[in-house]
């Protein structure tokens, strides 16, 4: 079992920036592929980001890419998001979710565990 805390979500202008971040309670967090996924009310829940176990490779949606970095720091079992150039599109609850595979996916069912969210509301 593997637990997922998100945090550093708010309310900020367009064109500013957010960190978001995801502690893990596992010790065993270097085993699995970590992504970000949101969620805007109505809408389905989509795929943002994806690192995998050693940070080799990343992987983001077209929409974000350029603007958002995910990064991960497996001795502390965090990973993060760091969001430029918001736009109020992006604007959505946030989850992170845990992989327990090497192989990364955009498939949000295809991730084991999720934390509960954190709401990012860019305002225009």
């Known amino acids: 079992q593997v637990q997922l805390v998100e945090s550093g979500g708010g309310l900020v202008q367009a064109g500013g920036s957010l960190r978001l971040s995801c502690a893990a309670s596992?010790?065993?967090?270097?085993?699995?592929?970590m992504g970000w996924f949101r969620q805007a009310p109505g809408k389905e829940r989509e795929f943002v980001a994806a690192?995998?176990?050693?940070?080799?490779?990343?992987y983001y949606a077209e929409s974000v890419k350029g603007r958002f970095t995910i990064s991960r720091d497996n001795a502390k079992n965090t990973v993060r998001l760091q969001m430029n150039s918001l736009k109020p599109e992006d604007t959505a609850n946030y989850y992170c979710?845990?992989?327990?595979?090497?192989?990364?996916?955009?498939?949000?069912?295809?991730?084991?565990?999720w934390g509960q969210g954190t709401q990012v509301t860019v305002s225009s």
């Open positions: 979710a845990a992989r327990y595979s090497e192989t990364i996916t955009y498939t949000p069912a295809r991730y084991n565990y």
């Open positions: 690192i995998s176990w050693n940070s080799a490779n990343t």
């Open positions: 596992r010790r065993t967090f270097s085993n699995y592929i």
